[in-house]
């Protein structure tokens, strides 16, 4: 199975989220946070309609402006309701800034410590607009928890992350063509300046298709195969503070041909595999893992092991990395060598992590004369250097 990534226009699917959320108990719950504890995260700026903050205690209550929200609360908008977050404390005023629209809930994490800083927000679903100054240096993070995928944009820049319930398909939009947004993966950067929405689907593919709306909410929206919030933008109805005006006159053909040049060409993203160079009487190794798969899931095999102990075991030790870019080593055992001098093995990744292109994969090999020799090959799935497959 391979993943593509290709251009094309997405069909617009009029499809609305229409969900009834009760109070407290059932607002959906994205799994795997960490407890974290400390300062507030975000604080609420202004709200709209029904906006219920359910805590990491278990109580709720309504969103109120001023109100922080701390790692592990959840926040929902209601219905046609909205609400606008900001960055840091209550007396916050100049950071990054977070808008819900309808039928939304996020999932709050505390700011990442090291260089830089991160504010993160779990999508369970819906539709949200993150904005970050250039003066505020902070960038925000929106995570999938279910879908192992983060979106990111940079000081200066906004996008707009879509989530559908329905299909499982998450969809980001830059706000502009100077913004640096990233997605699925922090090191995966869609190319804004080329007018691109960039969707990953509930299978694990990821297109790229140009943005056939001057609103990024809309776009997004769009690419997800959703329509909350886009009844707003195409109508022309106020949106929510410090929203960007803008048309949505349709370009001329000429424009639209032009932009259609410029767009990245479809690259394709294989299974992550490796295969060493075939010789006669010479070692030979390949892996493979599943496209999707998660944990990310594969297999490795080995022949013509000149020299290796029959009966002992292989150990391939690989290179691997989260969502967040930390990068770990996995030692699997695999084996036994057969009297045939191959072997084969299946191993399941970290939870949580995945081979990245140009990641380094080791086969230690027994032998019968003793010690081990070591097989260094490399990770490829057809994209940059660096980037998680998929």
Same mark, same amino acid.
């Given at each position: 199975?391979?993943?593509?990534?290709?251009?094309?226009?997405?069909?617009?699917?009029?499809?609305?989220?229409?969900?009834?959320?009760?109070?407290?108990?059932?607002?959906?719950?994205?799994?795997?946070?960490?407890?974290?504890?400390?300062?507030?995260?975000?604080?609420?700026?202004?709200?709209?309609?029904?906006?219920?903050?359910?805590?990491?205690?278990?109580?709720?209550?309504?969103?109120?402006?001023?109100?922080?929200?701390?790692?592990?609360?959840?926040?929902?908008?209601?219905?046609?309701?909205?609400?606008?977050?900001?960055?840091?404390?209550?007396? &916050?005023?100049?950071?990054?800034?977070?808008?819900?629209?309808?039928?939304?809930?996020?999932?709050?994490?505390?700011?990442?410590?090291?260089?830089?800083?991160?504010?993160?927000?779990?999508?369970?679903?819906?539709?949200?607009?993150?904005?970050?100054?250039?003066?505020?240096?902070?960038?925000?993070?929106?995570?999938?928890?279910?879908?192992?995928?983060?979106?990111?944009?940079?000081?200066?820049?906004?996008?707009?992350?879509?989530?559908?319930?329905?299909?499982?398909?998450?969809?980001?939009?830059?706000?502009?063509?100077?913004?640096?947004?990233?997605?699925?993966?922090?090191?995966?950067?869609?190319?804004?300046?080329?007018?691109?929405?960039?969707?990953?689907?509930?299978?694990?593919?990821?297109?790229?298709?140009?943005?056939?709306?001057?609103?990024?909410?809309?776009?997004?929206?769009?690419?997800?195969?959703?329509?909350?919030? &886009?009844?707003?933008?195409?109508?022309?109805?106020?949106?929510?503070?410090?929203?960007?005006?803008?048309?949505?006159?349709?370009?001329?053909?000429?424009?639209?041909?032009?932009?259609?040049?410029?767009?990245?060409?479809?690259?394709?993203?294989?299974?992550?595999?490796?295969?060493?160079?075939?010789?006669?009487?010479?070692?030979?190794?390949?892996?493979?893992?599943?496209?999707?798969?998660?944990?990310?899931?594969?297999?490795?095999?080995?022949?013509?092991?000149?020299?290796?102990?029959?009966?002992?075991?292989?150990?391939?030790?690989?290179?691997?990395?989260?969502?967040?870019?930390?990068?770990?080593?996995?030692?699997?055992?695999?084996?036994?060598?057969?009297?045939?001098?191959?072997?084969?093995?299946?191993?399941?990744?970290?939870?949580?992590?995945?081979?990245?292109?140009?990641?380094?994969?080791?086969?230690?090999?027994?032998?019968?004369?003793?010690?081990?020799?070591?097989?260094?090959?490399?990770?490829?799935?057809?994209?940059?250097?660096?980037?998680?497959?998929?």
């Amino acid at each position: 199975m391979r993943t593509k990534l290709r251009r094309s226009f997405l069909s617009r699917l009029e499809l609305v989220i229409a969900l009834v959320l009760v109070l407290g108990a059932n607002l959906p719950t994205s799994t795997g946070w960490a407890q974290d504890s400390g300062a507030a995260s975000f604080t609420v700026a202004s709200a709209s309609g029904n906006v219920i903050i359910k805590r990491a205690d278990g109580t709720s209550e309504m969103a109120r402006p001023g109100t922080p929200l701390y790692a592990n609360d959840q926040l929902a908008s209601v219905g046609r309701s909205e609400a606008m977050l900001n960055t840091g404390g209550p007396a &916050a005023t100049s950071g990054a800034s977070l808008l819900l629209y309808s039928d939304t809930t996020i999932g709050i994490r505390n700011p990442s410590s090291g260089a830089g800083t991160f504010y993160i927000a779990d999508i369970a679903q819906g539709v949200v607009l993150a904005r970050t100054p250039q003066s505020s240096n902070q960038s925000v993070r929106i995570t999938s928890e279910s879908a192992g995928a983060v979106a990111q944009v940079n000081p200066g820049g906004g996008m707009a992350v879509a989530s559908d319930v329905g299909t499982g398909t998450i969809a980001v939009s830059c706000e502009d063509r100077q913004s640096q947004v990233f997605f699925p993966y922090t090191d995966d950067r869609v190319p804004c300046e080329n007018n691109v929405v960039r969707t990953l689907s509930n299978n694990r593919t990821i297109d790229d298709s140009k943005a056939d709306s001057n609103s990024p909410i809309t776009a997004a929206v769009q690419a997800a195969g959703t329509n909350v919030a &886009a009844d707003k933008q195409s109508d022309g109805a106020s949106q929510p503070q410090g929203a960007v005006n803008r048309s949505n006159s349709k370009e001329s053909s000429e424009e639209k041909e032009k932009e259609s040049s410029s767009a990245p060409p479809p690259v394709p993203s294989p299974a992550p595999e490796m295969t060493s160079p075939t010789h006669p009487g010479q070692p030979s190794f390949s892996a493979n893992c599943v496209v999707g798969s998660n944990p990310q899931s594969c297999t490795a095999t080995g022949t013509t092991l000149t020299g290796a102990q029959v009966g002992a075991n292989v150990t391939i030790v690989t290179e691997e990395k989260d969502t967040f870019g930390s990068i770990t080593s996995q030692s699997i055992t695999c084996g036994p060598i057969t009297s045939s001098l191959g072997f084969t093995c299946g191993f399941t990744i970290t939870s949580g992590f995945r081979v990245f292109q140009n990641a380094t994969i080791d086969f230690v090999v027994p032998q019968a004369a003793g010690g081990n020799q070591v097989f260094r090959f490399f990770w490829n799935c057809n994209l940059a250097s660096g980037t998680r497959c998929p």
